[in-house]
DNA sequence: TATTTTTGTTTAAACGATTAAGCGAATGGT
DNA sequence: ACCATTCGCTTAATCGTTTAAACAAAAATA
């Protein structure tokens, strides 16, 4: 086993102190050392394959160059792309992120941001579960810089961006109206997730605005880790009620994707019948008959704001920035 | 700013040495400290919060208990599930995973591995890139641990967790010549990554053994970054023959969904003008009218092994372990 | 009672870097 | 020729832990 070279071995081998051989490396100091010093620890530092030890220059500086991303879940294709935006945006001003799925756990999203802290991370950037409020306002009271990205509570003042998802829950269900659809159904999560009533509240707003009552019974919940048989017990309750939905808006990709799989062995045809609309962009709908019409949000510029915010904010920028980012309703066939 | 809680302010809180300190919250010496002063320590590093300072301790220790892994992109299905169990395996032994996108750039793997290897990782889980073996010769140069997965060179003396991927080809092909293809083409990666041109030699070997002859010419080949127009143009190609295909074989799931995007736009049913098969699950293909049949990695199987090979040789058992995996013709619809 | 052993704790060095302050020697100004 | 700069480099403290070794006081042994 090849010991590790140090700065020490380096200043031994050349005969000059160790703050010397820091200085020229880290190029400081600039015209105050003789060009034969700099030269001669240059070469002995290519030499010896020296790198330099973080964890040590973390210890005297304080910085790691490190984010924490806390997801719900980095195999969900929404929370990867996510993920490799912030990285690429990350990488170009050298922090290296680390990554936690929490699987919407509150336990398990406090014990990673537990766990980066003690890592000494320089900041967060998080899609927050329910539950975890009291763990951000632990954040906020000890001055941690963290960025929500997706998910936000309006009680806690923290930075964020986020979809504004009344409207876009809003402008998709006038969409199915104005199509044409007269009973139009919602499958969504059940959970107090701020992002998540919202869609609810936009959904129940434009029925609202288009004198429809009795909206309730026509919204139905399903768990937050539903499988596809309580989807299918959703979309099957809406489709035999006694006026069956003709359009329906899912509140997440992974509805969506179980939903269709269902609809897809009915003798149903969309949008004929049914019309659909999902939240999310998944190419996993672009082999359906009917590729779905869909809200996109704007991913990029999500993760490459927050990350920017969060940077600034690492660099002792403290307002506080809140960004709501206009979804986009993408028409194709389904609806 | 709150200051952060250091060793040193219990220490002096209490009015002992920092070194007790030490001691009882890492449950050292123990029945050799009186029942005082633990109580006593432990209460005051409860009220005053304090979290430990993992750099200091590992530059102590020389532990990091963080593992990086690299990968070719985050955002690919295939290696974000990779990444989400290699997550939860190595939470369960205390370590951290910090992830890195090569994008199969060699220059950008090297950058990886380095700037990793600087914040002193503990090993690497490495899905490796053509053109990196001579990064990897200077890992096992330098005796640090790590190992390949999914892909890996032969000529390269490593831990590694892989399929058979000639197998695998080879098992495909026959499949689809014994439901009676007579015409089998291939669209894979043009690269000579041992993992794919193994997937090429298999499929050839299928043919060869059914006595099938002028197969070069079936083998069309696309850029490692193909878009949708290059996987379109091949599968064309193929179909325009004089001889045309009537059975196909993808190497990997992204070819796989940009062919079958194409493909359902001509007037050709699946399978019984073209079979198909690809490599790797997805659900992107579920909603085809012919669900496709595939060659089923054991994703859970390969993290999990590499991850548990990895922390054994983390902790200095030094011989090596290669594991071929074989895979699973899930057979669905289309083949 | 004198000596050894045990107990509970402290001292201090170390990990590998950074960086303010200091210090001779060479250079410059007058 | 004298004092002030400038130059090139070193000294030494520091970041927050860990841990071997030392040590004083109490307990056990003789």
Redesign the pocket.
């Known amino acids: 086993m090849k010991?590790?070279?140090?700065?020490?071995?380096?200043?031994n081998r050349v005969?000059?102190?160790?703050?010397?051989?820091?200085?020229v490396?880290?190029n400081?100091?600039e015209?105050?050392?003789?060009?034969?010093?700099?030269r001669k620890i240059r070469e002995a530092a290519r030499e010896m394959n020296?790198?330099?030890?973080q964890?040590?220059?973390s210890?005297?500086?304080?910085k790691t160059f490190t984010i924490g991303l806390v997801i719900a879940d980095i195999s969900n294709p929404f929370f990867s792309r996510l993920a490799r935006i912030i990285e690429d945006e990350a990488e170009l001003k050298n922090y290296t992120v680390i990554i936690g799925s929490s699987d919407e756990k509150p336990e398990k999203f406090c014990k990673l941001v537990d766990t980066f802290l003690d890592k000494q991370v320089d900041g967060l950037i998080i899609a927050a579960t329910d539950g975890t409020e009291s763990c951000l306002n632990e954040l906020i009271e000890n001055n941690i810089p963290f960025v929500l990205v997706d998910r936000y509570f309006p009680a806690i003042h923290a930075n964020y961006v986020a979809l504004d998802n009344f409207k876009a829950a809003f402008t998709a269900t006038q969409h199915l109206i104005s199509i044409g659809c007269n009973n139009i159904g919602m499958v969504t999560y059940e959970s107090p997730l701020f992002n998540l009533t919202e869609r609810k509240k936009g959904f129940l707003a434009a029925l609202k605005e288009n004198g429809n009552r009795n909206n309730r019974s026509r919204l139905k919940e399903v768990s937050l880790k539903a499988r596809q048989d309580e989807v299918e017990k959703a979309v099957a309750n809406l489709l035999s009620a006694a006026q069956p939905v003709d359009g329906l808006l899912f509140g997440s990709n992974t509805i969506a994707v179980q939903a269709v799989k269902y609809i897809n062995t009915l003798p149903l045809r969309v949008p004929k019948d049914l019309a659909l609309i999902c939240f999310d962009e998944t190419d996993s709908l672009d082999l359906f008959y009917a590729p779905l019409t869909y809200i996109r949000q704007p991913l990029e510029d999500m993760a490459r704001q927050a990350t920017a915010i969060l940077l600034d904010r690492i660099d002792k920028n403290n307002k506080i920035t809140q960004v709501n980012i206009e979804g986009e309703l993408i028409i194709r066939k389904s609806a």
């Open positions: 010991k590790k070279v140090s700065l020490k071995d380096i200043a005969g000059v102190s160790t703050a010397l051989v820091s200085y490396l880290n400081k100091k015209g105050r050392i003789s060009e034969e010093s700099a020296y790198r330099t030890n964890i040590a220059r210890l005297k500086t304080n």
